[in-house]
């Protein structure tokens, strides 16, 4: 890890993206051996509102949640909405071997704590799940209700099956890692050249794309999987919980579709509430549903 570089992408990258006219928030977080790292976060809506915390996924960014931002931070929440280190604005480390599951749990306790957020209403989906799912089994106090879609908290235990593994194979030896065309693929509907190119303007060059590259060999997928006990952990934790738990999973997710099935069985917060199956949505549910998600997630936050 001594030989590896922190990068920033160029700022003029992010110039002119459509439908996201958000300011720009930073904090720095310790990043152990490469020293402090810079965060990015989206923080809209009134200061001393209610939190939403949105969190996403693979190989994406906030700009993820521009369809959810402003109508939730309209309807008087706080939206607060971070890069993972390796994504978006946030800095970047050029080696696949600095990025950890716990390394990025860790990162983002750190992000919660210098914000000083509580009480928050979460949302996440792909990797944004699994993360805030270890944050609200690690940390439940701080959170009051969740809403997840299109995401699981593997232990290593059971098969990721063959479409996982095929998207892993490509994502460790594919010689252009096509980011924005990775995200277009995982819609349903579809999505402009405009939007594409916004996924790709958090990578200049292949360097900037390791953390990228190591989130598919992340997910646990065998027993002894360096974060297999933690994970154990965790689900123990959410069995527990009792808190407002809603599922949102899509129909035409291939990968990730009845996921919700497993969380509305162990979750005991899960009962009761108004899950729903996003339809004509893919993995990527805030591209293909992002005003009916913001609507869904706004009487979800209120009501319970």
């Known amino acids: 890890m001594g030989n590896a570089n922190v990068l920033r992408t160029p700022q003029e990258r992010f110039e002119n993206l459509p439908d996201y006219p958000f300011a720009a928030n930073y904090l720095n977080i310790d990043g152990g051996d490469h020293g402090p790292l810079r965060m990015h976060y989206v923080d809209e809506g009134p200061k001393d509102g209610p939190v939403v915390l949105l969190l996403h996924g693979e190989p994406t960014w906030s700009y993820l949640y521009r369809k959810m931002i ?9 939206v607060v909405a971070p890069d993972f280190i390796g994504f978006g604005k946030s800095d970047k480390i050029d080696d696949r071997n600095a990025y950890s599951y716990l390394g990025h ?7 919660l704590a210098a914000l000083g957020l509580k009480d928050m209403t979460f949302f996440g989906q792909d990797w944004g799940g699994l993360i805030g799912l270890r944050l609200v089994a690690e940390e439940p106090d701080l959170f009051a209700r969740v809403m997840i879609g299109n995401t699981a908290l593997p232990t290593g235990d059971h098969d990721l099956g063959e479409a996982f593994k095929q998207w892993r194979e490509y994502s460790q030896t594919t010689p252009e890692f096509n980011i924005g065309g990775i995200v277009s ?4 509907r579809g999505m402009s050249d405009a939007a ?4 790709d303007a958090p990578f200049p060059d292949e360097s900037h794309k390791a953390g990228a590259r190591a989130f598919p060999m992340l997910v646990p997928a065998s027993p002894d999987d360096p974060a297999a006990p933690d994970q154990r952990a965790a689900w123990e934790s959410l069995r527990r919980f009792e808190k407002p738990f809603l599922t949102c999973f ?5 990968i990730m579709r009845g996921g919700e099935k497993i969380f509305q069985k162990l979750v005991p917060g899960t009962s009761g509430q108004n899950h729903f199956i996003t339809e004509n949505a893919s993995h990527f549910l805030q591209e293909d549903a992002g005003p009916l998600l913001a609507e869904k997630l706004i009487a979800f936050a209120r009501q319970s």
């Open 185 to 188: 693929r995982g819609t349903a």
């Open 105 to 111: 749990v860790t990162w983002m306790k750190q992000f």
């Open 250 to 254: 899509s129909d035409k997710d291939m």
């Open 70 to 78: 402003p109508p939730v931070a309209e309807a008087g929440f706080r």
């Open 196 to 199: 594409i190119a916004a996924y």
